[in-house]
């Protein structure tokens, strides 16, 4: 079993939807969580960070974190064409954004 | 800015070769790290320097790796031999300690060991 566990999609919804991309973990000790975002052929680049159990709203994106059920989740509401990407979903034992487990990722299409 | 620069950004080479990848941090960071992107591992942490140390490498898959960073910005990844299952994107990304929550990515090096 991998450490960060993610569906693989690929997830498709249509432009205005809401797509909620999911993430579980294994290490109970684990503190800081991270959601990145891939397009094809590209780097990842960080869209949020959560530590505390609960909502954490930034614009479109909506980061949730339950850490008695180990799961995090991403929302992106009004979702635009150009949201559609891979997204990365990252864990680790500190808050150092980098020194990072990071699952396999969920494909994202949001069709016009 | 220019943000953290790697290069070459593409490489081929044959089996057996010395592969060496370089990386620029962003000025100021103080961390240092290189990953390894795969379809079939994904995204995997391989080592990371602090100020210039290396702090962890058990990322590192075998002897035939090793990462080096001579001074503040400047880090290389070496691969000697190379292999076909070398083949993959190789990432650089920096961060620094006084805002630990975002760590930027290079442009990434796609490797193809033939």
């Known amino acids: 079993q991998k450490e960060v566990e993610q569906n693989s999609g690929p997830l498709s919804v249509p432009e205005g939807a809401i797509a909620s991309l999911n993430c579980t973990y294994s290490d109970r000790g684990s503190q800081s969580f991270f959601w990145y975002r891939q397009y094809s052929g590209k780097s990842p680049e960080l869209i949020m960070f959560?530590?505390?159990?609960g909502d954490k709203e930034d614009g479109r994106f909506t980061a949730q974190l339950n850490k008695a059920s180990q799961y995090v989740s991403l929302l992106i509401r009004d979702s635009q064409p150009s949201d559609s990407a891979t997204y990365l979903c990252?864990?680790?034992?500190?808050?150092?954004?980098?020194?990072?487990?990071f699952g396999d990722g969920t494909t994202l299409t949001v069709k016009p | 800015d220019a943000g953290v620069i790697q290069s070459p950004r593409h490489e081929v080479t044959e089996m057996g070769q010395e592969v060496t990848l370089r990386c620029k941090p962003i000025?100021?960071?103080?961390?240092l790290f290189w990953y390894r992107q795969t379809m079939m591992r994904g995204l995997e942490l391989l080592i990371y320097?602090?100020?210039?140390?290396?702090?962890?490498d058990s990322g590192m898959p075998e002897d035939r790796f090793s990462a080096k960073m001579p001074n503040a910005s400047f880090s290389t990844l070496k691969i000697q031999p190379s292999e076909p299952r070398d083949s993959a994107v190789y990432f650089c990304?920096?961060?620094?300690?006084?805002?630990?929550?975002?760590?930027?990515f290079g442009q990434g090096t796609r490797l193809t060991v033939v």
């Open positions: 990252a864990v680790n034992w500190g808050t150092n954004a980098g020194k990072s487990t």
């Open positions: 320097f602090n100020n210039n140390v290396p702090i962890d």
């Open positions: 000025s100021g960071h103080d961390y």
């Open positions: 959560i530590y505390s159990n």
């Open positions: 990304a920096s961060s620094s300690s006084d805002r630990n929550t975002e760590a930027f």
